[in-house]
């Protein structure tokens, strides 16, 4: 039997999506590792599973030498080096949606908090002190709200500040004055915009170089007085120090943070003003979004770790879910068209083109360009080769692909046509998926005409259209001990030469093919193990 996959499970998720790991893998659960015991023990696992607190980074990522995949059960993957990763070919998978609830509702439960006192005022009361006068707040019915990123939270806490009757003007930089439109809220153009109209401003932004500090001095100054600021993204969307001067110059009126720059975060002067509510990164913190995030990510370490579609990867081409799961079975087609294609070929890979016929035509094929990327590389890298880094590995060997599409495809429902250009020439092999499981079948090669189902192993021959020929080509793989597991002539035989292309048990020896290229009438022969 075949060694279960490692995974380790470095940070606390639902018991559900650690049952769900245990059913298929072998699990450790390390949640109290610490980062010295990570770094010794890492290179033990197939997969990891992790929250927002442990940094992988490429140090780490280089140790891990078994790794496959890195689930991050939450939405922000800004403690992962992707491209660390992705160089690596780790799968890197996230679960966006399954806190973002969570998130929303806590950011409005930060913003009424921050209003009216609710911590302050609690703090106050437990202390045994009735103070009712001390605690005069503001409605939120009636003001402004600036949603700043415009994506799943963002949205979310729009439709329901929308409920508590506040005016939202929205700004992202990727969604369409539509999209705002369709919820009621006003897309500006400009942050700017946005600070001068703005009584509340929620934060929403993923953390990038772009957005790290967006809240600085500047966009202060740009804002309303009395403006109050939440955070419930990233803190280091927010420079804090300018935070600091705004509220203690007045300008900003309040601020509720549940995110900070490095966290634990616990001794800094801002979480003592009374004007500041904080919370200690507990966004996503519902049973439910746990539930949702532990299961989501364990299914995705699951379906990496078993050759299944990894929908929310965040280093594989973004291909919308579905577009995935429609396009999977053509995966192994893609691979293998691009494995033959190159051993067909002579010299160095240049250009790559692949032509999508039929149904593909409309689909978003760039998951199958890089599956046939993945075939021409494998066997030929250092590193393994997969759906991740493929593109990476083919950017640094110059390699150039190009895709076409064509809706119309005289026999085929689908048909991808693989044209790889190396030396001097360029070798072109076409094939569909057959079957209701769209098995990979291979149906041209050097101009011929097949249908076949693939294997592992091939031999291609073209020799002189004459009685007699296969039989001698049967001869010889006998003699040497290769089972043949089918074969077929090429339909549409050109002058007086004919195609044959055999399947086999096992990888055919070059000293087989040379043996049948020394008979009258073999004309070209390869072996391809793809
Ligand atoms: P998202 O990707 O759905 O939305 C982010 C939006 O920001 C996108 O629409 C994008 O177009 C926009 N954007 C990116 N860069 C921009 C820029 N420079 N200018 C303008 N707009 C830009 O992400 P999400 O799921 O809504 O998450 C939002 C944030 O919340 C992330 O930082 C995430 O890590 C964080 N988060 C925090 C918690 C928590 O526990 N506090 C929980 C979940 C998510
Ligand atoms: C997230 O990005 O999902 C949040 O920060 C919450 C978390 O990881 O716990």
Same mark, same amino acid.
């Given at each position: 039997?075949?060694?279960?996959?490692?995974?380790?499970?470095?940070?606390?998720?639902?018991?559900?999506?650690?049952?769900?790991?245990?059913?298929?893998?072998?699990?450790?659960?390390?949640?109290?590792?610490?980062?010295?015991?990570?770094?010794?023990?890492?290179?033990?696992?197939?997969?990891?599973?992790?929250?927002?607190?442990?940094?992988?980074?490429?140090?780490?990522?280089?140790?891990?030498?078994?790794?496959?995949?890195?689930?991050?059960?939450?939405?922000?993957?800004?403690?992962?080096?992707?491209?660390?990763?992705?160089?690596?070919?780790?799968?890197?998978?996230?679960?966006?949606?399954?806190?973002?609830?969570?998130?929303?509702?806590?950011?409005?439960?930060?913003?009424?908090?921050?209003?009216?006192?609710?911590?302050?005022?609690?703090?106050?009361?437990?202390?045994?002190?009735?103070?009712?006068?001390?605690?005069?707040?503001?409605?939120?019915?009636?003001?402004?709200?600036?949603?700043?990123?415009?994506?799943?939270?963002?949205?979310?806490?729009?439709?329901?500040?929308?409920?508590?009757?506040?005016?939202?003007?929205?700004?992202?930089?990727?969604?369409?004055?539509?999209?705002?439109?369709?919820?009621?809220?006003?897309?500006?153009?400009?942050?700017?915009?946005?600070?001068?109209?703005?009584?509340?401003?929620?934060?929403?932004?993923?953390?990038?170089?772009?957005?790290?500090?967006?809240?600085? &001095?500047?966009? !202060? =100054? $740009?804002? /309303? #007085?009395? @403006?109050?600021?939440?955070?419930?993204?990233?803190?280091? *969307?927010?420079?804090?120090?300018?935070?600091?001067?705004?509220?203690?110059?007045?300008?900003?009126?309040?601020?509720?943070?549940?995110?900070?720059?490095?966290?634990?975060?616990?001794?800094?002067?801002?979480?003592?003003?009374?004007?500041?509510?904080?919370?200690?990164?507990?966004?996503?913190?519902?049973?439910?979004?746990?539930?949702?995030?532990?299961?989501?990510?364990?299914?995705?370490?699951?379906?990496?770790?078993?050759?299944?579609?990894?929908?929310? &990867?965040?280093? !594989? =081409? $973004?291909? /919308? #879910?579905? @577009?995935?799961?429609?396009?999977?079975?053509?995966?192994? *087609?893609?691979?293998?068209?691009?494995?033959?294609?190159?051993?067909?070929?002579?010299?160095?890979?240049?250009?790559?083109?692949?032509?999508?016929?039929?149904?593909?035509?409309?689909?978003?094929?760039?998951?199958?360009?890089?599956?046939?990327?993945?075939?021409?590389?494998?066997?030929?890298?250092?590193?393994?080769?997969?759906?991740?880094?493929?593109?990476?590995?083919?950017?640094?060997?110059?390699?150039?692909?190009?895709?076409?599409?064509?809706?119309?495809?005289?026999?085929?429902?689908?048909?991808?046509?693989?044209?790889?250009?190396?030396?001097?020439?360029?070798?072109?092999?076409?094939?569909?998926?057959?079957?209701?499981?769209?098995?990979?079948?291979?149906?041209?090669?050097?101009?011929?005409?097949?249908?076949?189902?693939?294997?592992?192993?091939?031999?291609?021959?073209?020799?002189?259209?004459?009685?007699?020929?296969?039989?001698?080509?049967?001869?010889?793989?006998?003699?040497?001990?290769?089972?043949?597991?089918?074969?077929?002539?090429?339909?549409?035989?050109?002058?007086?030469?004919?195609?044959?292309?055999?399947?086999?048990?096992?990888?055919?020896?070059?000293?087989?093919?040379?043996?049948?290229?020394?008979?009258?009438?073999?004309?070209?022969?390869?072996?391809?193990?793809?």
């Amino acid at each position: 039997m075949s060694e279960r996959a490692k995974v380790l499970v470095k940070e606390p998720i639902a018991d559900a999506g650690v049952d769900l790991l245990r059913e298929r893998f072998e699990v450790e659960v390390g949640t109290d590792w610490d980062a010295g015991e990570l770094a010794g023990r890492i290179a033990d696992f197939d997969g990891i599973l992790i929250r927002s607190v442990t940094k992988l980074d490429a140090g780490l990522i280089e140790r891990a030498q078994r790794l496959r995949v890195i689930g991050r059960a939450g939405t922000g993957i800004d403690n992962v080096d992707v491209e660390a990763a992705t160089k690596r070919g780790i799968v890197v998978a996230n679960a966006p949606e399954a806190n973002s609830i969570a998130a929303a509702e806590h950011t409005l439960a930060l913003m009424l908090a921050l209003c009216r006192n609710v911590p302050q005022a609690h703090g106050s009361l437990a202390g045994g002190a009735w103070e009712r006068s001390s605690f005069k707040g503001a409605e939120l019915y009636g003001k402004t709200l600036g949603v700043l990123g415009f994506g799943r939270i963002g949205q979310l806490v729009a439709q329901r500040a929308i409920g508590f009757d506040m005016s939202v003007v929205g700004y992202d930089k990727f969604v369409t004055a539509e999209r705002f439109r369709e919820l009621g809220v006003e897309g500006v153009e400009s942050p700017e915009e946005l600070y001068s109209r703005a009584d509340f401003i929620s934060l929403h932004l993923p953390k990038t170089p772009e957005t790290v500090g967006i809240i600085d &001095a500047a966009a !202060i =100054a $740009a804002m /309303r #007085p009395g @403006v109050r600021i939440v955070n419930c993204a990233r803190g280091e *969307l927010i420079d804090l120090d300018a935070l600091g001067d705004g509220l203690e110059g007045g300008r900003v009126a309040g601020a509720a943070l549940d995110v900070f720059p490095e966290e634990p975060f616990t001794s800094h002067p801002i979480l003592r003003r009374s004007d500041v509510v904080a919370t200690p990164h507990l966004g996503a913190s519902t049973e439910e979004a746990q539930d949702r995030a532990g299961i989501v990510t364990a299914e995705q370490v699951t379906a990496a770790l078993s050759g299944g579609v990894v929908t929310t &990867a965040v280093n !594989i =081409a $973004a291909v /919308r #879910p579905e @577009v995935m799961e429609a396009l999977a079975p053509f995966v192994p *087609l893609c691979e293998k068209l691009g494995a033959l294609a190159q051993g067909l070929g002579d010299g160095a890979v240049g250009r790559v083109e692949v032509e999508f016929r039929g149904r593909l035509a409309d689909a978003d094929t760039r998951i199958l360009g890089i599956a046939v990327l993945a075939g021409i590389l494998k066997g030929h890298t250092e590193e393994a080769v997969n759906l991740v880094n493929a593109p990476h590995l083919a950017e640094q060997r110059g390699i150039e692909l190009t895709e076409t599409r064509e809706s119309s495809s005289e026999d085929f429902t689908e048909l991808v046509v693989v044209r790889v250009h190396s030396g001097d020439g360029a070798v072109e092999v076409a094939g569909t998926g057959a079957g209701p499981r769209n098995a990979p079948h291979l149906v041209r090669v050097w101009g011929d005409d097949f249908f076949l189902p693939f294997a592992d192993h091939l031999a291609i021959f073209r020799y002189a259209d004459q009685p007699g020929m296969i039989g001698r080509v049967g001869t010889i793989f006998g003699e040497e001990g290769v089972n043949i597991v089918s074969a077929a002539v090429g339909a549409e035989t050109e002058g007086d030469t004919a195609v044959i292309t055999l399947t086999t048990d096992n990888p055919v020896n070059q000293s087989t093919i040379d043996r049948i290229l020394e008979l009258d009438g073999f004309a070209v022969g390869r072996a391809v193990s793809i």
